[in-house]
């Protein structure tokens, strides 16, 4: 498995991903999405969208205000549960989350050694006095103060006064908005259940121990969708909502599979009965075997009629849905398949980064589904010259009207294409003396390097046929 320091450096030096402000000594645990990443992130986010929402006919989508009604955190419960326990060191003010103290390396001065200064694995008692930590385990001087509650919304204030009233927050998932569009969306498109409100969008959690690159960050990206089932419903046998959970686990599973994700990197992780939300019926994670270990990629999880009963109650709406056949209300339970777009293209990321030998040369590649590819077809002519570079110009200028397509007559044509491997670009396109006469040219195939002979007039068609619709 490609290390997170390799990927890191390759996102930089490649445009995919850069630290926030890095000109100015960079910005706690944001990251921004370079001319590549962008491309790859969008891709993410829009074949996800086509298979999730356009092509079902039981999903539509919204795309919903970041700043929202401060009540919905009250009714949703992040106000109050939103928390994680925080300790502070009394001597340099650092901030630790309770629960994690115990797992950082720690900072001892040994009593035994004259107070020499030591750093010790996380959990390990000094070798020298056999001392466990009880100090700060960054400066090593101070005590810790008991643990508080830290509510890990970003709060802001809505119009121009700073005060209590104007308070509002930074949404810290995009879930809340389906929840309380649920009216709004069952009306105006005239739903029956079952059916799905998706979204992608950001969010932001003040998290205390943000890091490992964009697994975890302040600001994200989140892919959520909140499917509500009439709990009363029998699907093969089983109440609706089980039934309807156990599919919604399979179909995410199955489509991180189809971009690219191996199956031995993947698998589902059951929530124990008291990591369960007080709310929640069962949650199964789909966790990925990131650079950093085994973690969780997303989460599907069964809300039950938690979120619309809350909303219901704190805005005084009814939110419940008028069963014909039935003659009766009820308030839908729903299923929350919920992914991060940061985390998804960390994993495509991983899974894709290949290293080989070729001759003698070690060659980098990003076995990317074409789908997800940032740059789908890369023009080469097979050298700078006056009549294969305008030749080859004008071939880009033309699929680049379909695709996001690459030129480049910089340098010797091997390294081009390794260019292009290190990017995950599917194909390349050699220009060359021969295509003056016979009008074909090369194609070479990233993963194979196996090249072809492809006449233009041909070419669209032999590239449609292997880079799918995107
Ligand atoms: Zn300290
Ligand atoms: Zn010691």
């Not at 690459?406 to 021969?434: H, L």
Request: overall charge negative; some cysteine.
């Amino acid at each position: 498995m490609v290390s997170m320091d390799t990927l890191v450096s390759l996102c930089k030096r490649r445009g995919f991903v850069f630290q926030s402000s890095e000109i100015y000594g960079g910005t706690g645990s944001c990251w921004d999405y370079g001319p590549l990443g962008v491309e790859l992130k969008g891709n993410i986010k829009r074949v996800w969208w086509r298979d999730f929402v356009q092509r079902r006919p039981d999903m539509v989508g919204i795309d919903a205000s970041i700043l929202m009604h401060p009540t919905v955190w009250k009714a949703s419960g992040h106000l109050e549960n939103f928390t994680d326990p925080m300790v502070d060191c009394r001597e340099c003010k650092l901030r630790f989350r309770a629960d994690q103290v115990d797992a950082l390396p720690w900072t001892h001065f040994c009593p035994a050694t004259k107070g020499n200064k030591f750093t010790i694995p996380p959990g390990e008692p000094c070798g020298h006095c056999a001392a466990r930590r009880t100090l700060c385990p960054d400066c090593g001087k101070g005590e810790l103060t008991p643990p508080r509650q830290f509510n890990l919304m970003f709060k802001t204030f809505m119009g121009p006064v700073e005060e209590d009233a104007a308070v509002t927050y930074l949404r810290p998932e995009t879930a809340q908005a389906m929840f309380v569009n649920f009216e709004n969306v069952l009306q105006s498109m005239r739903l029956k259940l079952p059916f799905g409100i998706a979204q992608a969008g950001r969010s932001f959690r003040n998290e205390i121990t943000p890091g490992n690159f964009i697994f975890r960050s302040r600001e994200f990206e989140q892919m959520e969708i909140e499917y509500f089932v009439n709990p009363h419903d029998r699907v093969e046998d089983r109440p609706a909502d089980e039934y309807w959970h156990d599919r919604w686990i399979a179909d995410c599973l199955a489509w991180f599979r189809r971009y690219g994700l191996r199956d031995e990197n993947l698998r589902l992780r059951e929530h124990d009965r008291d990591e369960l939300s007080h709310y929640s019926k069962r949650t199964v994670d789909i966790d990925y075997r990131f650079p950093i270990g085994w973690s969780e990629l997303m989460g599907v999880a069964n809300r039950t009629d938690f979120d619309l009963k809350q909303h219901a109650k704190w805005s005084g709406k009814s939110l419940s849905y008028f069963d014909e056949e039935r003659k009766e209300h009820v308030v839908p339970y729903v299923v929350e398949p919920a992914a991060g777009v940061d985390r998804a293209l960390l994993a495509f990321l991983a899974d894709a980064y290949a290293e080989e030998e070729v001759r003698g040369e070690k060659r980098v590649v990003l076995r990317f589904h074409p789908e997800l590819a940032p740059v789908k077809v890369a023009v080469l002519p097979l050298s700078r010259n006056a009549d294969l570079s305008p030749k080859a110009r004008d071939l880009a200028a033309a699929l680049r009207k379909r695709w996001n397509t690459d030129f480049d007559d910089a340098s010797a044509i091997g390294r081009r294409y390794r260019r292009q491997d290190e990017i995950g670009t599917p194909y390349c396109i050699t220009v060359d003396f021969d295509t003056l006469e016979d009008q074909a040219v090369t194609v070479r195939d990233r993963d194979t390097m196996q090249q072809e002979r492809v006449g233009i007039d041909a070419l669209e068609g032999y590239l449609a046929e292997r880079l799918g619709p995107c």
